[in-house]
């Protein structure tokens, strides 16, 4: 699917509370899509994302920036969960789509069109007609953060957009691919929210390839990020993020 500007939420959430209030009414993913559009409950990751957005890189200065938190892409009905760390400074914080105008993005949809579930190899801006098949992404973190690292205040306030995320695609997800160890961790307490799953203990550990099957919730993969300090030394080759796209490709039942 094509990615739209989400329709304009009617409140915007401020704190952990109103993130959860706002999170747990969303009847469907259009109408969580706006409210996390509208998020401004981490005064840092506001102050960053609208900073970054004002000055801009000098490569980007004619170009207006998104500066707001990124919402999932992807359908509705999809079988197929790539789970992130968080948005690029000046890759989805520009351009309003998650992994779309940055190195990593090259990475991944490559592979995604390798694998059948994109239209077309690269992701340039939210009106380049890339569309997901039975394929959504999102990240774990909405705003973009500094230096990349956002706090455990941070990523706990932004957990419920995830969770109901997640509670949304029930019905049809059955594979869900966490790239790096902050997207495997933040998958756990969402087994626990959304499925009722209590966690392994201890926690399985991450690692690229891993396999975890939960009870009643989609199997686990786990994969090495798709960040420029990997792919550039060949800590994670094409060849490597094409096995584990294969494989949650055939465990999702996708032909």
């Given at each position: 699917?094509?990615a739209a500007v989400p329709a304009r939420a009617n409140a915007n959430a401020t704190d952990r509370a109103q ?237």
């Open positions: 699917m094509a993130v959860a209030q706002m999170a747990a009414t969303a009847r469907d993913l259009a109408a969580l899509d706006a409210a996390v559009v509208a998020c401004r409950a981490c005064p840092r990751l506001v102050a960053w994302r609208e900073e970054v957005a004002a000055t801009r890189r000098a490569a980007f200065r004619d170009e207006t920036y998104w500066g707001r938190p990124v919402p999932g892409f992807g359908p509705a009905d999809a079988r197929v969960g790539i789970l992130g760390l968080a948005p690029a400074a000046h890759g989805g914080n520009r351009t309003g789509r998650i992994f779309t105008g940055d190195r990593s993005g090259d990475v991944l949809f490559a592979a995604l069109y390798r694998a059948g579930l994109a239209n077309q190899p690269t992701s340039l801006s939210r009106t380049d007609g890339l569309t997901l098949f039975h394929t959504r992404i999102f990240a774990a973190v909405r705003c973009a953060p500094p230096a990349n690292k956002p706090t455990p205040v941070e990523r706990d306030t932004c957990a419920p957009w995830l969770h109901r995320e997640l509670a949304l695609l029930r019905p049809t997800l059955r594979v869900v691919v966490a790239l790096g160890q902050f997207a495997w961790d933040a998958f756990w307490p969402a087994v626990a929210a959304v499925y009722g799953v209590r966690p392994q203990a201890p926690r399985p550990a991450f690692g690229h390839g891993a396999r975890i099957e939960v009870p009643d919730a989609p199997v686990l993969l786990g994969c090495y990020h798709v960040s420029q300090q990997n792919t550039f030394t060949g800590r994670l080759t094409p060849a490597m993020l094409d096995a584990v796209l294969t494989t949650a490709r055939d465990l999702a039942g996708i032909e």
